[in-house]
């Protein structure tokens, strides 16, 4: 099926967006998940089809007012057949592996033609489905079934309907980087991987050597099962599993960025740097400068009170290449090990911050593709739990 085609017609997108299973066949628009009423009065589901008028990447005008039907002849609630829209009772093969157990012919009230294909689909799903409904509340032809996507039409497994009903695919299309990096997959780099894999990305690239263990489930997105966890996945390998089901271009690198690999980078488009190792981050930060590729650095403190209670701070320092100077000036980026010292070098379960730190960074990523305004264009934020309080510095 043509996403484009349908994209580009308003009433075959609106169709889609409200719920309805449409597909394009050999010249047809089939509308799949029908639900009608059988002669015995039990609930069925059938297929609508008519021919769709194509001129190059647009619908044309609507041929006429019929209407196929694939399925046993609808009838109302009590089983008597819907005969007043009845043209003929005949199979008849439309294309190959495309058929029709009968033709229906209905105008809307008036006699008037319809006002497009919308007007049409919706007109007979309702005098189809109508009864069925009666007889079940469940029953509806918008399904909002998930539709499958070829591999040359997106680099979603599935299509995006978030975007086309949002109507956003135009600001959407601005986050089509050709390739992001994730370097470290701990708990912020896990959940940056969540949204990352939610965008038009062309390709994401995981690079992390550690295993995937009990402590780190519990501040990753989702939830491993025991079997993931006994056979010890190494980490990229266990987030390429989750999110290839959805993201078809996430490509698993079990390796620590070092000196002698940091090139792997060279040809990214963007990166995201998720690593508490210090010395690493530092050549990482280095290279990535050479390289004149922009990055969001990401890092986390959490320390125990007095009152034994937890107080953090979520770092977000961005650079890009025309903005470098305030990473080394104001220490932007700590070389350490960590963002001071903290409790969060010791795996303590804070799936929440690590959230809130991914998401943070991931709204910054999209404010410099320009998906979102951004007022106030700071390269650095902390968020403290305390007072709740975010703060922006190093303004472009």
Known sequence: MSHQLINHNSDLKILRDEGFNIRIENGY?????????????SVKIGTMITELTVAGDTVGKMKDHTMFFAGEYPCDDTGAPLDK??????????APGLSADCKFSTKPVGGKPYDGYYHKITTYAGII?????????????RTFAPIATEEDESVFQYLDTATSRADIGTVSAKLELPK???VGL??????????????PVREIHLYDDDDFLNHNAFRAPGAASLDDLKSSPKKVDYYHNVYSKMHRHIHAHPVRVEEDNVDVLRDMSFVFLCLDDGESRHLIVRKLEEFGIPFIDVGMGVNLSDNNELYGTLRVSTSTPENRDHIEAGNRIPYDGGDGADLYTTNIQVADLNCLNACLAVIKWKKLQ???????????????????????????
């Not at 489905?129 to 032809?141: I, Y």
């Not at 701990?186 to 991987?193: F, H, K, M």
């Not at 320009?370 to 472009?396: I, M, P």
């Open 29 to 41: 628009l089939v509308i799949a998940d029908i639900p009608y009423v059988a002669s015995d009065c």
């Open 129 to 141: 489905s109508g009864p069925a409904t009666k007889l079940d509340s469940s029953a509806t032809p």
């Open 85 to 94: 829209m009845k043209h003929s009772v005949s199979k008849q093969n439309l």
């Open 186 to 199: 701990g708990g912020t780099g896990s959940y940056i991987l969540d949204l990352i894999a939610k965008t």
């Open 180 to 182: 992001i990096a994730l």
């Open 370 to 396: 320009e998906f979102y305004l951004d007022q106030d264009n700071e390269l650095y934020s902390l968020y403290t739990t305390g007072g709740n309080h975010l703060l922006n510095e190093d303004h472009a």
